[in-house]
């Protein structure tokens, strides 16, 4: 997660209605008419409450013929409201997937070919983040990927290159955002 979408999560939540919205659906999905009628407020307030929400991932809706149910995105709230913590904390951060230089360069030897091709994507965790991690050692920081680069990148470690580069997001290697790709902060990564 870029530090920036730390920061729109924040502001996000950074509203006493947005707050009460949340706390509302914790409870379970709901209407914008019922969500209204819940905190005293109009339909148009709610409309734009719930764009913020959405803008940031933290709703999700669902259509049930002319009605919208709102529901709360729990994974998205966990991940960015933990993210805070994790920056500036360095590369221990997370002592669980702790992986010794040793355990790295076995990984790395066992998984690829001699001419640096990834013989199967693993399923383990820690050797997923092994992978991953060793796989963007070419790429800048700062520099914005489009797809179709990133694609010819992760080409030459493995043909599935769609899930490689589903996995870098997924492990907060690297942020999305239309069709654009960006290396996240070393502090943001899950391999620590």
Known sequence: MQLNKIVEFHK???????????????????????????????PPTITHHMTKLREVGLIKER???????????????????????TVGR????????????????????????????LKNFPAQRKKKLVVLEH?????????VYSEKELNEYLKQYYDDFATLRRELIMCQF??????????????LWWIH
Do not use: C, W
């Not at 997370?94 to 091709?117: Q, S």
């Not at 796989?135 to 520099?143: N, R, S, V």
């Open 12 to 42: 996000a939540l950074g509203d006493l209605t947005r707050v009460r919205i949340i706390a509302l659906l914790q409870q379970g999905p709901l209407h914008g008419q019922a969500i209204a009628g819940k905190l005293g407020l109009k």
């Open 63 to 85: 259509r049930d013929k002319n009605t919208i149910y709102f529901s709360l995105n729990t994974k998205i709230l966990e991940m960015s409201a933990k993210a805070i913590l």
């Open 90 to 117: 360095g590369r221990d951060a997370n002592m669980d997937m702790a992986v010794t230089v040793e355990e790295r360069e076995e990984i790395i030897r066992n998984l690829f070919t001699n001419d640096g091709k």
């Open 135 to 143: 796989m963007i050692q070419g790429l800048e920081f700062g520099k």
């Open 174 to 187: 690297m942020y999305r955002e239309n069709n654009q790709y960006e290396l996240n902060p070393v502090e």
